[in-house]
């Protein structure tokens, strides 16, 4: 069977053999409902309370603080829409490379009296010190900034924009869905900092997919989006879906264990890789900022990003295409666009995200495949013309 070098890990990961071990028994024998109150249900319960210690561990918080959910982009609807609903309407802000999950339930909130401020980023990705000091003479309710960025992997110094945000009265919450398992992710330290909710997902660090977390600070007061038989503390009600909440648990304390080692070794391939890219005259994104170790997005001038992806996968190797591009929604990517990049370079934009099972060998042999690829394509462009 054709099995791809797999270079996609932001969008999402293999299941850890120790995850699906973890998940079996609740996948089969114990079956309890986590509300019952007979032996089937504690056990359940106990295996609940278990993942939640551990989840918690991995970025510094307490148990008491993590609200599972079932997918980062819930996490993150439940703190906007939860903390809009209890707020009066005011200004609401969000960074102009956030994910989708972000931006448009920030959108949404207009129809209920709110204003939304998008705030802008530089050329390297990061966000605007005058566009931010902007937002704060608005006096925002609720300041929305992801910690690390899904196409670009540009880190925010979000310890310092929470600071700021508390001084002017809002609540501040970080999408941590792409930096945990990367970089070190300590709430303690960023609540103490100003910010007050942070999201994560099991899928990105070897989880399954279906399990999530809003890790929320428990002075803060927000609707839930699912009402029901008040399940994790009343903010998110429904059956517990044990056997992914489980597996989360033990994703997130393998990802804690593994950091040490990992990080290192995923920036050596990075920098071997970008070595690479720029040798074959890409541009590379982001590049003069704090990026998280695994990730690498390039352009070359004058090839599609949908195009090269498509010869890649033919040839090997499973990446991502940056540009949103279909027949529906031919726009680039909307976090290049913000940084500033030309619309038809951005449309090249390709994404490479490497993982803890990727070697060196499958980075040189990416490079040899991109290079014959790219000249391949260039080749037909000069003939077309």
């Known amino acids: ?27 089969s024998g114990l079956c309890g409902n986590a509300s019952s109150r007979h032996e089937y249900g504690r056990a359940a319960r106990r295996a609940i309370d278990e993942a939640r210690s551990k989840v918690a561990a991995a970025v510094g918080a307490h148990a008491s603080e993590v609200v599972f959910t079932s997918g980062g982009s819930e996490a993150n609807n439940l703190l906007i829409k939860g903390a809009a609903a209890c707020l009066k309407p005011g200004v609401l802000a969000v960074s102009a490379i956030e994910h989708p999950c972000v931006i448009r339930p920030a959108e949404q909130l207009r129809k209920r009296g709110w204003t939304l401020h998008k705030l802008a980023v530089d050329a390297a990705g990061r966000v605007d010190v005058a566009s931010f000091q902007a937002l704060i003479a608005e006096q925002p309710r609720i300041v929305s900034v992801m910690l690390a960025n899904n196409e670009t992997g540009v880190v925010q110094d979000i310890a310092s924009l929470a600071t700021q945000a508390r001084a002017a009265g809002a609540w501040f919450h970080t999408d941590a869905v792409q930096a945990v398992g990367k970089m070190a992710v300590d709430f303690r330290q960023l609540n103490a900092a100003g910010v007050n909710a942070l999201s994560l997902s099991a899928h990105k660090i070897g989880g399954p997919k279906g399990a999530a977390a ?43 264990a593994r950091l040490a080692e990992v990080a290192p070794r995923l920036l050596a391939l990075r920098e071997q890789l970008e070595s690479g890219l720029v040798a074959l005259g890409s541009t590379l994104f982001g590049r003069g900022a704090e990026r998280l170790p695994n990730t690498s997005y390039f352009a070359f001038p ?20 940056g540009a949103a591009c279909s027949s529906a929604n031919p726009e680039p990517s909307h976090v290049l666009r913000a940084m500033g990049v030309e619309a038809e370079l951005a449309r090249g934009a390709v994404r490479v995200s490497l993982g803890a099972g990727n070697s060196a060998a499958e980075v040189d042999g990416f490079l040899a495949a991109l290079q014959a690829t790219v000249l391949r394509l260039q080749q037909l462009t000069a003939m077309a013309v």
């Open 302 to 321: 004058d090839i599609d990003g949908e195009t090269l992806v498509g010869h890649l996968d033919r040839a090997g190797y499973a990446l991502a295409s």
């Open 214 to 256: 809003l890790v929320l600070d428990k002075r803060l007061d927000i609707e839930p989006l699912i009402a029901g038989g008040g399940h994790e503390r009343g903010l998110r009600s429904g059956t517990e879906n044990v056997a992914a909440i489980v597996g989360f648990g033990v994703a997130c304390e393998l990802a804690a």
């Open 1 to 27: 069977m054709f099995a791809p070098v797999y270079l996609d890990h932001n969008a999402t990961t293999a299941t850890d053999p120790a995850v699906v071990e973890a998940m079996l028994p609740y996948l």
